[in-house]
């Protein structure tokens, strides 16, 4: 099974600062990888699939980059809205796998 | 617009078994991938499983033993039973579906709402 190890646990950041996120997996997804956004009390949204594709209707701010074992999500501006749990997933291999997720806040 | 709705008792007897049902609507579940994937209290995704059109299923081999989906495509539903269930089966189930109509190992583009279900005498 696929480990992925999300970093860092809690981000803390302001309004209009950058945001960027880790995921690393313990052997080659090579690019299938996906983000999702969670906030309290609903279902995961998918904002970016095969680790840099935004996901239909998703804000050109959010954007990921990234193969084989190393992924980053970059939120270039902080809106408040953004506060959420951030999840990666990979598709690679079975069974599918999903990261611990990084919780960012917002000041 | 495509949703997914998950319905079920919200409360199970330990080693009893847990059915959940997702119903679609604004798609047809006779093309794309389906899957269970459920989130335990304050913890992350955990994947279960999926079912297609034609009742092709994968199973995650942490539960194979005790999971079973199955799909309705008269009624546009699909179906979880976890069977044996403890405490460690309290989580929010979801239904997804598969991004892509012919990828059964994918991203998940459409999630119900999630329905909590609490395993307890």
């Known amino acids: 099974e696929i480990v992925l190890t999300q970093s860092p646990a809690t981000l803390s950041l302001s309004p209009g600062e950058r945001a960027t996120l880790s995921c690393r997996a313990s052997?080659?997804?090579?690019?299938?990888l996906a983000w999702y956004q969670q906030k309290p009390g609903q279902a995961p949204r998918l904002l970016i699939y095969d680790a840099s594709n935004r996901a239909t209707g998703i804000p050109a701010r959010f954007s990921g980059s990234g193969s084989e074992t190393d992924f980053t999500l970059t939120i270039s501006s902080l809106e408040p809205e953004d506060s959420a749990v951030y999840y990666c997933?990979?598709?690679?291999?079975?069974?599918?796998?999903f990261g611990g997720g990084t919780n960012v806040e917002i000041k | 617009q495509v949703q997914l709705q998950e319905s079920g008792p919200g409360l199970v007897k330990p080693s009893e078994t847990l059915s959940l049902t997702c119903t679609v609507s604004g798609s047809s579940l006779s093309s794309y991938y389906w899957s269970w994937i459920r989130q335990p209290p304050g913890k992350g995704l955990d994947y279960i499983g999926y079912i297609n059109y034609s009742g092709s299923t994968y199973y995650n081999p942490s539960l194979k033993s005790r999971v079973t989906i199955s799909v309705d495509t008269s009624r546009n539903h699909f179906s979880l039973k976890l069977s044996s269930v403890t405490a460690a089966d309290t989580a929010v189930y979801y239904c997804?579906?598969?991004?892509?109509?012919?990828?059964?190992?994918?991203?998940?583009?459409?999630w119900g709402q999630g329905t909590v279900v609490t395993i307890s005498s």
């Open positions: 997804a579906r598969h991004q892509s109509q012919w990828l059964s190992n994918d991203a998940f583009d459409v």
């Open positions: 052997q080659t997804v090579y690019s299938y």
């Open positions: 997933q990979q598709r690679s291999n079975w069974p599918l796998t």
